[in-house]
């Protein structure tokens, strides 16, 4: 049964009516009970309302790429896809090298085989603060986009966001809507706690991440400045850590704190909370008599913010820098003053070997698409595998659930970690489909390393590399834990 309906923007509607820019028109809406009904009846974006009447989404300006790329403007050639969310900072070159690796992922399965008759598809949102916009910060438009994306697209799953702190308030906020969140750069331990304790197949997790948690990364900053190797000529007894005071900094901060004390150093916190601390604690820091800095932040922002205060204090002559994960990227390299970067150290997680057939694959697919290397920006593997697990993960709800659910593709995410090798490549997409027809788990390895989630903390775990900078160049100079040699 239809009925006709009110087509008019929200704001000004009376005003646009009496000039004649709004119109009773006879739409078929369609009565509905259930989402899939209208995305049937009338394409991609339909979903039934409160009425229950099928309606079409409300476009949003932050959400206007996609892949395909008529997902939106050829709604009825997608009535049967499957389709998954992405929130990255569009204005970091960095965060568009990540959306890039994700639609390559989506876009190799899709060109290799369909999945059951059902293709799929990736819907990319910016949560940069833009007053183009709006006057979101960055985890406010994260959430709002979150938001948007499960309630107007009915997304299951999303990838992103990527810094910890935005991962942290978006899945506070939604996590009682089902949806599957997978963070390719997440790394907090903070984040571990979010996911009920026990998780099982039967109920699993919906936080997931593609990279380690940083406890490892702690670790490893503390044994480098206490060691003498890997380029380093002097051990560190005196550490300052300026940090970002969210949940990425604080618990980073507090893993190297504890590890550093227990190898007999000495460390002065200084954690800071908007930009005017920020060059205070970077003051503070170059009056101090340690050694080396330690600096923590997810945003890059912060990191050219850092390089900039500590171009001109003579403090840090004397002083030597050490870097995570999120300063390894091109908007850092090219923004900051490089007054500092011969002093610097950096550790990130250590990426595959170029040896390796998936992340050579990846590597050259990259290449060939978007004519860049995709090495050269962090976590673009993470984006990748991300897509991939989050394919894998609806194959499994395809054939083994009632419907495509966000919980339905954690229980296939959950089926990713035992059994025969899949590579995540174009050519394994089938094999992929064919298992979990059957019902078989299997081992997914991807272009950032193994995916071995452990089935009691759904996280993955791995090595961490350690970097200098040479002029505009990350260069990797050893990785952590030491390879053992053979006797």
Not at 463 to 476: A, G, L, Q
Request: proline letters at 4%; glycine letters at 8%; charged letters at 20%.
């Amino acid at each position: 049964m239809g009925r006709s309906k009110f087509i008019c923007p929200f704001l000004g509607a009376l005003l646009m009516l009496l000039a004649g820019g709004c119109s009773f028109v006879g739409v078929d809406t369609r009565e509905c009970r259930v989402d899939t009904e209208c995305s049937s009846a009338f394409g991609f974006g339909y979903r039934c309302d409160d009425d229950g009447f099928c309606q079409e989404h409300q476009a949003q300006r932050r959400c206007q790429n996609s892949y395909p790329e008529d997902l939106f403007s050829n709604p009825t050639l997608y009535s049967n896809t499957i389709v998954f969310g992405n929130l990255m900072d569009q204005s970091l070159a960095t965060h568009r090298a990540r959306e890039n690796a994700a639609q390559l992922a989506i876009k190799q399965a899709t060109t290799t085989s369909q999945l059951n008759g059902q293709g799929l598809g990736i819907v990319f949102c910016s949560i940069a603060e833009d007053s183009e916009f709006d006057d979101f910060d960055r985890a406010s438009a994260a959430t709002a986009m979150a938001t948007y994306l499960i309630d107007e697209l009915n997304v299951p799953a999303i990838i992103g966001p990527a810094a910890s702190d935005d991962v942290l308030q978006v899945f506070q906020d939604l996590a009682d809507r089902g949806t599957v969140f997978v963070s390719p750069s997440a790394s907090s331990p903070a984040l571990s706690s979010l996911d009920p304790a026990v998780v099982t197949d039967e109920s699993p997790g919906l936080l997931w991440r593609t990279t380690p948690p940083d406890s490892l990364q702690g670790e490893a900053i503390a044994f480098d400045m206490r060691t003498l190797g890997r380029g380093r000529t002097t051990i560190v007894e005196r550490a300052v850590v300026v940090y970002d005071d969210g949940i990425y900094g604080s618990s980073l901060s507090e893993v190297f704190s504890e590890h550093f004390q227990q190898l007999g150093g000495e460390v002065t916190l200084l954690p800071y909370s908007n930009a005017a601390q920020l060059s205070d604690r970077v003051t503070d820091a170059s009056m101090s008599n340690a050694e080396e800095v330690l600096f923590i932040s997810s945003q890059t922002g912060d990191v050219v913010l850092f390089f900039a205060n500590a171009a001109s204090l003579s403090g840090f002559d004397s002083k030597t820098v050490f870097l995570t994960d999120a300063a390894a990227n091109p908007d850092v390299l090219e923004d900051s003053s490089s007054a500092r970067f011969a002093a610097v150290r950096g550790s990130r997680p250590a990426p595959r070997s170029t040896d390796d057939l998936v992340f050579a694959g990846f590597l050259a697919a990259y290449s060939g698409d978007y004519g860049e290397d995709a090495s050269q920006f962090s976590f673009t593997a993470n984006a990748y595998d991300a897509a991939w697990i989050l394919a894998a993960g609806a194959a499994w709800a395809v054939f083994n659930e009632e419907s495509v659910t966000g919980v339905g593709v954690a229980r296939g995410l959950r089926q990713l970690s035992e059994g025969a090798q899949v590579d995540a490549r174009a050519t394994s997409w089938p094999q992929m489909i064919e298992h979990f027809r059957r019902g078989e788990s299997f081992n997914l390895a991807g272009a950032s390393g193994d995916l071995d989630f452990d089935p009691e903390t759904e996280e993955t775990s791995g090595r961490v590399e350690f970097w200098t900078i040479d002029k505009t160049n990350i260069v990797p100079i050893a990785s952590w834990p030491p390879v053992q040699e053979l006797p």
